[in-house]
Antibody, heavy 122, light 106 residues
Framework: QVQLVESGGGVVQPGRSLRLSCAAS????????IHWVRQAPGKGLEWVAV????????YYADSVQGRFTISRDNSKNTLYLHMNSLRAEDTAVYYC???????????????WGQGTTVTVSS | EIVMTQSPATLSVSPGERATLSCRAS??????LAWYQQKPGQAPRLLIY???TRASGIPARFSGSGFGTEFTLTISSLQSEDSAVYYC????????FGGGTMVEIK
């Protein structure tokens, strides 16, 4: 079935780096833009970044611009989020989510992963 | 940046009654608006896109309306399984979420 599965979360010290992955299955991964959305404990949803279907364009929230990099490997049906210079305020559940229509970048998101938890703490 | 403001923060409704949730944009987003439902411990679920189109598999009791800066999500006859937090999200050249409305069953 159509599915996104995140991995790579964990506990990391402030200032360190972490890479999240999102494995896709059940659909043509290379046709859809994919977002990262996060949710801090007890808080609402915060958009993080998006990458176009072919990886040629990416966009970031101001809060992560310059520290996070979104990328994808369409040959492996996998999305990545490289997170550098992590801060306590980056602590959250990170979800990857598929844009419902190809090839647009900004639209509704119809398929979500279960999330992976990142905790930034010394 | 377009700011999305949802009201009320919490809504308590009896089963079978109507629930009306509001979402306001700080500037026009045309009809580029989606609604999501999130239950505890679960990922969000797309309910509505293009302001008023139900996503696949979404029950008919969920409906969306509005254009420009004022939007509404209506649950026509609240069921116990509708207890959740509901988020609006614009996608008008960028993307931001509202702060959410928690719907409780009275």
């Amino acid at each position: 079935q159509v599915q996104l599965v995140e991995s790579g979360g964990g506990v990391v010290q402030p200032g360190r780096s972490l890479r999240l992955s999102c494995a896709a299955s059940g659909f043509t991964f290379s046709s859809h833009a994919i977002h990262w959305v996060r949710q801090a404990p007890g808080k609402g949803l915060e958009w993080v970044a998006v990458i176009s279907y072919d990886g040629s364009n990416s966009y970031y929230a101001d809060s992560v611009q310059g520290r996070f990099t979104i990328s994808r490997d369409n040959s492996k049906n996998t999305l990545y989020l490289h997170m550098n210079s992590l801060r306590a305020e980056d602590t959250a559940v990170y979800y990857c989510a598929r844009v419902q229509f190809e090839p647009v970048v900004f639209y509704g998101m119809d398929v979500w992963g279960q999330g992976t938890t990142v905790t930034v703490s010394s | 940046e377009i700011v999305m403001t949802q009201s009320p923060a919490t809504l308590s409704v009896s089963p079978g009654e109507r629930a009306t949730l509001s979402c306001r944009a700080s500037q026009s987003v045309s009809s580029n608006l989606a609604w999501y439902q999130q239950k505890p411990g679960q990922a969000p679920r797309l309910l509505i896109y293009a302001a008023s189109t139900r996503a696949s598999g979404i029950p008919a009791r969920f409906s969306g309306s509005g254009f420009g800066t004022e939007f509404t999500l209506t649950i026509s006859s609240l069921q116990s399984e509708d207890s959740a937090v509901y988020y609006c999200q614009h996608y008008n050249d960028w993307l931001t979420f509202g702060g959410g409305t928690m719907v409780e069953i009275k």
